[in-house]
């Protein structure tokens, strides 16, 4: 294992070392976010019974954090490593793909956590929080991180150039995060809209940890956690295969 983890203190280096710009300016990102939609909608959008706007906000903020930062860490690693054609050094030592995958997506979950608890420390002075479930706010968000680092490794895997890299988080990732219902409950969507919202897997990474802090989902908890485990089964098969064949790194 000696390999495995070199590489992956290498990943948590990586991101380390900017940790300004890949955990503090996520932070303040989230706390204008919050700061923004707080003041325009507080007092006048009440989405569950008893939940005040901003508390609502809070763990759609987190996890938005998680799951952006997540991809963020994965996906620009690769690409930098094959643009500026340092990962051959990845490639030569004897490391399985599973070790491959599993120090890519390592460091990219931690990155996502440590940023999203990070927001999460920011922005909960601005609302009352409970915490209903603790334990699946902890699943969810590990679940989340997961997936999302196994989409960036696949979107590093696939993309030449930096350019490509900003295509799939602006047209695939960014829209999806901000469809999941990090901002409203899809429940006050119109019925069509309510049935796509539920095509997209990030809404139940978002619906389920929100309930992790109040109890209450447009979902059943249960069903969430059941999609997120199928979705990261199939993204893993998928970059373990991709990782096997080279694709786009040996040839």
């Known amino acids: 294992m000696l390999g495995f983890q070199t590489f992956l203190y290498k990943e948590l280096l990586r991101f380390w070392k900017v940790s ?3 955990v ?25 019974e008893g939940v005040p706007y901003t508390s609502f906000l809070v763990p759609g903020l987190v996890m938005m954090a998680v799951l952006q930062n997540s991809f963020a860490n994965a996906s620009s690693s690769l690409i930098q490593s094959k643009v500026t ?23 990219a979950m931690l990155r996502g956590l440590a940023v999203g608890g ?3 420390a920011v922005t909960g002075w601005f609302a009352h929080l409970s915490f ?21 490794l696949i979107a590093g895997i696939w993309a030449e150039k930096f350019d490509q890299i900003a295509a799939f988080q ?13 901002f409203y409950s899809v429940r006050s969507l119109p019925d069509f809209w309510q049935a796509v919202s539920h095509l997209n897997p990030f809404f ?31 993204v893993a098969a998928l970059t373990l295969a991709l990782l096997r064949s080279g694709y786009k790194l040996r040839h």
Request: neutral net charge.
């Open 20 to 22: 300004v710009q890949t």
């Open 118 to 120: 990070g927001v999460f």
């Open 170 to 182: 602006n047209f695939i990732v960014m829209p999806a995060t901000f469809l999941s219902g990090v």
């Open 204 to 234: 139940y990474m978002v619906d389920g940890f929100r309930y992790g802090f109040f109890g209450v989902s447009d979902v059943a908890p249960l069903i969430s956690l059941l999609v997120m485990l199928v979705t990261l089964i199939v």
């Open 85 to 107: 054609g340092n990962v051959v050094f990845v490639l030569l030592p004897p490391l399985s793909p599973l070790e491959l995958f599993g120090g890519y997506v390592m460091a």
């Open 132 to 152: 209903a479930h603790p334990l699946w706010i902890v699943a969810f968000a590990v679940l989340g991180s997961a997936i999302l680092g196994t989409m960036g």
């Open 24 to 48: 503090g300016a996520p932070i303040l990102t989230s706390l204008l976010y919050l700061l923004v939609f707080s003041h325009v909608l507080q007092g006048r959008l009440q989405v569950y």
